[in-house]
């Protein structure tokens, strides 16, 4: 009768201590409602973490202000973006930089920090002819810049014009002058026709800017567009040189194609040595050759003369009146009439005066010759070549060499000769030899070993971050979340007891109670129930003096 007493103070104890504990349990689930939450969000983030992207570049070199744009871009995109260790570029996701970087180029960015014509879009109402001369002075100044940084050398260019004010009241003006500085990439370099084409360029873009008032300046401080110092006599400007350059690599590939299907590929090598003559000459000749003689000579004219006189009938006397009368009749001759040998009788002979001029002119023999030389003629020419031995392939297909025959080297000799255009009168030089090439140095590089790797390294840190990520989410679940979520899903401890019955059975939840309800059972009499309740009495202390106090307390 005790016993069933006891037990059932110790049942009206428990549910006592049960209505008690009702607030304090509901406040300890919304603890763990809360921290169930917290280590969810735990577990995601550290997921999140093992999934991280791979970061490329986007844009690096920028200016502050193109870098202030991008990133407000960026952000409008809801692209994610993070900065370098340098600071010097930005890096967004590997799936995303193609992406983000058309999209950013349909908005104009990066500007480059050059100010254009676009500057003239947003002129204010009332400005002054002095500031909208600067304005478009700084647009011409930003569009010519654009242009030359569009070379591939050049990684900036900076451009100052100096446009002096047009004015009426001069007579002479001032020409504009412009001022470039160029930043050229590193390992790059511009020639002569590079800069050139800068300085056309620059002057052809500002009217009435010559050329030479145009100076360009690398980053270095030397001076690119220096037009005042002239070639010496000795000396070959760089288009000189690329030209005889451009002769002999010319000479040199004629001659190696042309042996290469003989000797088989890289098995000859050819170097040419041209002397070329730049010196312009023009020369006018005159020459006269010595007389020839009259048959052989051109006549150029001839002119003839002859006359004849006679002193019988001509006018005789003293000069006067007397002499210049008519004369008298004719009578019969006095002297008889002288006979010839042929028995012809004559009269008395008349003297004859007979005078001839012959004028012959001859043609002049004169050669005039006139010859002008161009510059850029061939003076000499030097070419060595090496072949190298004959390959051949025996049966088994292993590659042996052997020494050209001498008409082999006859043939190569003669097509070299007609490949670079051999000139005996002009002292050209040609050398073959023959000789085993020796054979390239094998670079042998050390074996890398996978731990040294770098394509290694970096999936090794991929891996161990994702193997990082599933360790903590199993830790997390089985040491946190799990004991949480078991609690939750397991009711509250209860004593339950059978007034009328003598068995006592005890049933406990819980932390605490497991261990009890494992070693609690239902015996028959107080010895088992003794132990029910020392074992109670062990895991719950606090319900075991709840219930002494309610003994104390009542009238039993």
């Given at each position: 009768?005790?016993?069933?007493n006891?037990?059932?103070l110790?049942n009206?104890g428990a549910?006592s201590?049960?209505?008690?504990?009702l607030?304090?349990?509901?406040?300890?689930?919304?603890?763990?409602?809360f921290?169930a939450?917290a280590?969810?969000?735990?577990?995601?983030v550290?997921w999140l973490?093992?999934?991280q992207?791979?970061?490329?570049v986007l844009?690096s070199?920028?200016?502050?202000?193109?870098?202030g744009?991008?990133?407000a871009a960026?952000?409008k995109?809801?692209?994610?973006?993070k900065?370098?260790?340098?600071g010097?570029?930005?890096?967004?996701?590997?799936?995303?930089?193609?992406?983000a970087?058309?999209?950013?180029?349909?908005d104009?960015?990066p500007k480059?920090?050059?100010i254009?014509?676009?500057?003239l879009?947003?002129?204010?109402?009332?400005?002054?002819?002095?500031?909208e001369?600067v304005?478009?002075?700084?647009?011409?100044?930003?569009?010519?810049?654009?242009?030359?940084?569009?070379?591939?050398?050049?990684?900036m260019a900076?451009?100052?014009?100096?446009?002096?004010?047009?004015?009426?009241?001069v007579?002479?003006?001032?020409?504009?002058?412009?001022?470039?500085?160029?930043?050229l990439?590193?390992?790059?370099s511009?020639?002569?026709?590079?800069?050139g084409?800068?300085?056309?360029?620059?002057?052809?873009s500002?009217?009435?800017l010559?050329v030479?008032?145009v100076t360009?300046?690398?980053?270095?401080g030397?001076l690119?567009?220096?037009t005042?110092k002239?070639m010496?006599a000795n000396n070959l400007?760089?288009?000189?040189?690329?030209?005889?350059?451009d002769?002999?690599?010319?000479?040199?590939?004629?001659?190696?194609?042309?042996?290469?299907?003989?000797?088989?590929?890289k098995?000859v090598r050819?170097?040419?040595?041209?002397?070329?003559?730049?010196?312009s000459?023009?020369?006018?000749?005159?020459?006269?050759?010595?007389?020839?003689?009259p048959?052989?000579?051109?006549?150029?004219?001839?002119?003839?003369n002859?006359?004849?006189?006679?002193?019988?009938g001509?006018?005789?006397?003293v000069p006067?009146?007397l002499s210049n009368?008519?004369?008298?009749?004719a009578?019969?001759?006095?002297?008889a009439?002288v006979?010839?040998?042929?028995?012809?009788?004559?009269?008395?002979a008349v003297?004859?005066?007979?005078?001839?001029?012959?004028?012959t002119?001859y043609e002049?023999d004169k050669?005039v010759?006139?010859?002008?030389?161009g510059?850029?003629?061939?003076?000499?020419?030097n070419?060595?070549?090496?072949?190298?031995?004959?390959p051949?392939v025996d049966?088994?297909?292993?590659v042996t060499?052997?020494?050209l025959t001498?008409?082999?080297?006859?043939?190569?000799?003669?097509?070299?000769?007609?490949?670079m255009?051999?000139n005996?009168e002009?002292?050209?030089?040609?050398?073959v030899?023959?000789?085993?090439?020796?054979?390239?140095?094998?670079?042998?590089?050390?074996?890398v070993?996978?731990w040294?790797n770098?394509?290694?390294i970096?999936?090794?840190?991929?891996?161990l971050?994702f193997?990082v990520?599933?360790?903590?989410?199993?830790?997390?679940?089985?040491?946190a979340?799990?004991?949480m979520?078991?609690?939750?899903?397991?009711?509250s401890?209860?004593?339950?007891?059978s007034?009328?019955d003598?068995?006592?059975?005890?049933n406990?939840?819980?932390?605490?109670?497991e261990g009890?309800?494992?070693?609690?059972?239902?015996?028959?009499?107080?010895?088992?129930?003794?132990?029910?309740?020392?074992q109670?009495?062990?895991?719950n202390p606090r319900?075991?003096?709840?219930?002494?106090?309610?003994?104390t307390?009542?009238?039993?």
């Open positions: 009768m005790a016993a069933g006891d037990a059932a110790m009206q549910m201590q049960g209505v008690i504990g607030n304090p349990q509901l406040g300890n689930k919304l603890l763990l409602v921290a939450a280590v969810i969000a735990v577990m995601v550290f973490w093992s999934q992207p791979d970061y490329r844009f070199n920028y200016s502050d202000k193109d870098g744009s991008i990133v960026l952000e995109m809801n692209v994610p973006y900065f370098s260790d340098s010097t570029a930005i890096l967004v996701p590997a799936a995303q930089v193609h992406q970087r058309l999209k950013l180029a349909a104009g960015l480059g920090g050059n254009g014509f676009e500057i879009e947003n002129q204010k109402f009332g400005v002054s002819q002095f500031v001369q304005n478009f002075q700084r647009a011409l100044e930003g569009e010519l810049e654009r242009s030359i940084q569009s070379i591939g050398a050049v990684e900076r451009i100052h014009l100096a446009i002096p004010k047009a004015t009426v009241f007579r002479d003006q001032q020409q504009p002058t412009a001022s470039v500085l160029l930043n990439r590193a390992g790059r511009l020639d002569a026709q590079q800069v084409a800068v300085v056309h360029l620059v002057a052809s500002v009217p009435n010559p030479a008032n360009v300046v690398d980053q270095n030397n690119l567009s220096d005042s002239k010496g400007d760089p288009t000189q040189l690329k030209y005889i350059d002769i002999q690599q010319s000479i040199v590939k004629r001659v190696e194609s042309i042996i290469t299907p003989i000797v088989g590929a098995n050819a170097e040419a040595s041209a002397e070329i003559d730049f010196s000459i023009e020369q006018a000749a005159e020459t006269f050759k010595p007389n020839q003689k048959d052989d000579a051109a006549i150029r004219s001839l002119q003839s002859e006359s004849q006189t006679s002193n019988g001509g006018a005789s006397g006067g009146a009368q008519p004369p008298a009749n009578t019969a001759p006095i002297t009439p006979a010839t040998a042929s028995g012809a009788t004559t009269a008395e003297p004859v005066n007979n005078q001839k001029n012959i004028m002119n002049v050669t010759r006139y010859s002008q030389q510059m850029g003629g061939i003076k000499r020419l070419v060595a070549v090496v072949v190298n031995n004959m051949v049966k088994k297909g292993k060499y052997r020494p001498a008409a082999e080297k006859t043939q190569i000799n003669d097509l070299a000769m007609q490949a255009g051999f005996k002009r002292g050209d030089a040609l050398t030899v023959n000789s085993s090439f020796a054979g390239e140095p094998v670079e042998i590089i050390p074996e070993p996978l040294k770098p394509e290694t970096e999936y090794g840190k991929d891996a971050r193997l990520g599933i360790v903590v989410l199993l830790m997390l679940y089985k040491r979340l799990s004991p979520l078991r609690k939750l899903t397991t009711p401890p209860k004593l339950l007891a007034p009328n003598e068995d006592a059975v005890v406990l939840s819980g932390s605490n109670g009890a309800q494992a070693q609690l059972a239902s015996g028959q009499g107080g010895k088992n129930n003794l132990a029910a309740v020392k109670l009495a062990k895991d319900m075991v003096a709840s219930v002494v106090a309610n003994w307390s009542g009238n039993e």
